[in-house]
């Protein structure tokens, strides 16, 4: 399965993005699927879980922030992020909980003050 995520770009603080993450094949046999942040100089960290049925868990970071969401017909998760802030920058990723696929090239979140 290869995961293609899309959507980021360059944005104002308190503006809104939102990543796609679609998936070459179903997801649906993996029990969750995560949205992932790396931010420069620092580790991968996840900020969002959606499970196959739907729960979903976030990091404190972006609680109430980012939603996330799945359309399991289109092979495909969603992050919703408004109230973007600069400590939001990195690149965004998708996978699989744990992680078990090729992590892709990411999108790219820029937010400026």
Known sequence: VQLQASGGGLVQAGGSLRLT???????????AMDWFRQAP??????????????MTTY???????????R?????????????LQ????GV??????PAML?????TVVTVFS
């Open 21 to 31: 993450c679609t998936a070459s094949r179903s997801i649906n046999r993996f029990k």
């Open 41 to 54: 100089g620092k580790q991968r960290d996840v900020v969002a879980s959606i499970s196959v049925d739907g």
């Open 59 to 69: 990091a404190d970071s972006v609680k109430g922030r980012f939603t996330v969401a």
């Open 71 to 83: 359309d399991n017909a289109k092979n495909t998760i969603y992050l919703q992020m408004n109230s």
């Open 86 to 89: 600069p400590e939001d920058t």
């Open 92 to 97: 965004y990723y998708c996978n699989t909980k």
């Open 102 to 106: 090729n992590w892709g090239q990411g």
